[in-house]
């Protein structure tokens, strides 16, 4: 097996605080925190809702892809997009880099997160909790698949959330 690096992945679905503990996290670990969400915006000088819009998601997922690839060598935490596990490339160029981390919630509280604060644009449909519970259900194995571990953030503070992420990398290496 191929020796993987110490950064940490958080992948999960829109709303299981992957943009709010990677920051968090990288401080905890002396690391960068690289959001590609954020990432390929500034890239781009566009909102994501924007290139969603004016490109399509297909070219939103090269971007993703694409600024995987062009991440420093260096080990860092990534808080990656809700989807970035829907190409298998993906997955394993954040295997590469660490372990891999899955946050995840209650339906309830991923919901009530992704309909307040930033706009969704896989939301953006005529009957957004339908919409959103047909992609959980899609990706729900994607992400059980990728992750060396999961966590579930429902009930917990964004600190016990780090917490317990280091916790259990601690335990993962040995
Ligand atoms: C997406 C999730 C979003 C963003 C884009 C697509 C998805 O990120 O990458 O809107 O496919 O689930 P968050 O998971 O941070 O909301």
Redesign the pocket.
């Known amino acids: 097996m191929s020796k993987r690096g110490e950064g940490i992945a958080l992948i999960g679905?829109?709303?299981s605080g992957?943009?709010t503990i990677g920051p968090r996290l990288a401080k905890r670990r002396d690391q960068l925190c690289h959001d590609t969400?954020e990432m390929i915006a500034t890239r781009h000088g566009i909102s994501?809702v924007e290139i969603?819009a004016q490109r399509g998601e297909e070219a939103?997922r090269e971007a993703e892809t694409e600024m995987l690839r062009s991440l420093p060598a260096q080990p860092s935490v990534i808080a990656t997009?809700?989807?970035i596990v829907l190409r298998e490339m993906n997955v394993a160029m954040l295997r590469a880099r660490g372990a891999i981390v899955h946050l995840t919630a209650d339906e309830e509280t991923l919901f009530e997160r992704?309909t307040r604060g930033e706009r969704?644009?896989?939301l953006q449909t005529s009957d957004p909790r339908r919409t959103f519970i047909e992609?959980l259900l899609q990706r729900g194995s994607l992400y059980h698949e990728a992750a060396d571990l999961t966590i579930d953030t429902s009930r917990l503070r964004p600190d016990e959330v780090v917490a317990r992420i280091l916790e259990e990398i601690e335990l993962l290496a040995c």
Do not use: A, E, Q, V
């Open positions: 679905f829109m709303g992957k943009s969400d994501i969603f939103f997009g809700g989807g992704t969704r644009p896989l992609l």
